[in-house]
């Protein structure tokens, strides 16, 4: 039996406190002996020791520190150093990374301790009648100690959180922003409000019912604002998203159908160059590989996350269309352990990443059962997991889909037709947005204008359109 680790959460951890040492004030549970590799051990002992001493730490200096660390050398010396550097988790999700050390080394002294208790419990020579209950006494005291080593620090008392959110109100006053996203949207923004860094958003929908298209509308309207967006477009081709794109962005109607096709004319073409020049200012990096486990899109993020740096670029929004093709990052045995696996994940991205994460999926055909055909979160695929994870549950809903299915007979009386054309008037640009779970605003629907052929979905009060006003 292997014994339990996770290598790559003791790389996140190392490479964040190398980057910032001060980090490690926040972090009083974590020893060195809870890494499971002896050179990640060593090297969290040297960055504490060099930090408390108030000396530098970088990778030069454990590069030079280690240089006879034969240990080091084996994984790639000062290059493993690098490496360290490069997979490092963001500042806010150390203690979550340090949890994940910590608990693996509780599991690995359980095992131990279970694994001593068996063989001394084994041994029929020791005669004494006393000799069980001794053994038993032995193993509980230390499971006890690795359970009160494990829920030291876990607390934080009530003045700690109240200052520090009396810090940020403080801010909030003195006209600093708060590091929170709204999307520009008035309809969005009045029911999900602010979006902090380690939220996830869920954007369910039936084929058809405009999903992609809100989550391209939300990600274009926060690169408009200079925030970085990563979009994993795993159900479309690159050809297929830029055509949604310059639809979305080139004036007149111009379906993405049709741009898709290439049933263009000279004359579109104005409006198609107008819309790359818009397109070309969005920090937007789209991913189109499908089948990526949770693992594969957080290293990814952090590549797209250095090179917007560079660029003086924060990433503030990851996108994923859809999770339903997303591959697990354990061995499951069907589509419904894979999507629990992955559901489970989401928290993990984004605290990994450092930003928000609006995650589309498939619902099951429940709603459709229904009068009105509108669903809810319990017909999201796999709802339990994807509720219990979610701050913000938003479903998309289009009558106009289901009218259109549902015409009146050919020798229905002339009034019938007349007053299903004018319900298809009324609805074709209607998408009904479902609030079905906030956190931190409020439940209920609303009506966004949206044009399928175009993809564009605007506010009916407040006409804004890919952040600006229309």
Known sequence: MQAPRNLEAEQSLLGAIIYEASLLDDLNLIRASHFFDPVHGRLFEAVKTRHQANELVDAITLATAFESDEGLKQIGGVNYLANLLNEACDGHAVADYAKIVTDMAARRAIIAACQDGVAKASNVALSDASEASRIASEIEGTLQRIEDVSAAGAGVLASRIAGNMTSLLQSKVDGKEWDLLTFGLLE????????????VIILGGRTSMGKSAVAQ???????????????????????????????????????????????????????????ERKIST??????????????????????????????????????????????SDEATSNDYARMSSVARKLKEIAKAVGCAVLACTQINREGEKRDGNRPTRADLRDSGHIEEIADAIILTYRPAYYTLRNPPREDADLSDHEKYRAKLEREKNRLELIFDKVRMGSTGSVDVWFDPATTRVRSNRLHVVNGGKA
Do not use: W
Request: charged share 20%; with cysteine.
């Open 188 to 199: 969005i923004d009045q029911m999900l409000g602010p979006v902090g860094k380690n939220d």
């Open 217 to 275: 509308q939300m990600a274009q309207m926060i690169a408009a604002q200079g925030k970085g967006v990563a979009f994993f477009a795993m159900e479309m081709s690159e050809e297929q998203m830029a055509a949604r794109l310059l639809s979305s962005y080139a004036a007149g109607s111009l379906a993405y159908s049709e741009i898709a096709r290439g049933n263009v004319t000279r004359f579109d073409m104005p409006a198609i160059r107008e819309a």
């Open 282 to 327: 969005l920090p937007i990096i789209f991913d189109h590989r499908g089948g990526l486990r949770p693992s594969e899109v957080i290293a990814a993020c952090r590549k797209f996350k250095r090179s917007m740096a560079a660029q003086g670029v924060e990433l503030s929004l990851l996108v994923l269309d859809h999770i339903g093709l997303m591959a």
